[in-house]
């Protein structure tokens, strides 16, 4: 079973850019709620989903030139890149279905 891994500054490059399927980058902080929801929702599409895409969890607070870079003015906020490319941004929590209705077309 997959899950979330946890990326920053360092590793994000190979991790989510250099990825050969898609990648789900989970824009969060510890502070926030709306987060914390989202998060158990994004680990069973993990688990779900395993080898079709990969959740990768960013924490803003820690991360701040990366959320800079992507234009992170609120969280949670989704990002899905493709081939190194941003091909989808997800703003806000919402169900599992309203998530995988974003991701259709991509896994």
């Known amino acids: 079973m997959s899950e979330a891994i946890i990326v920053d500054e360092k590793s994000f490059d190979a991790a989510v850019l ?29 688990a779900e989903h395993d080898g079709k895409i990969i959740i990768a ?3 803003v607070d ?6 800079a870079q992507y234009r992170i003015t609120s969280i949670p906020a989704m990002k899905v890149f493709k081939g ?9 929590a919402m169900p599992k279905p309203m998530i995988e209705e974003h991701l259709t077309g991509i896994i």
Do not use: H, T, Y
């Open 57 to 59: 969890k960013l924490n």
């Open 84 to 92: 190194g490319e941003e091909v989808r941004e997800i703003i806000g």
């Open 62 to 67: 820690e991360n701040p030139n990366l959320a």
């Open 18 to 46: 250099q990825s050969d399927v898609p990648v789900l980058v989970d824009f969060w902080a510890a502070w926030c709620g709306p987060c914390r929801a989202v998060a158990p929702i994004l680990d069973q599409i993990a």
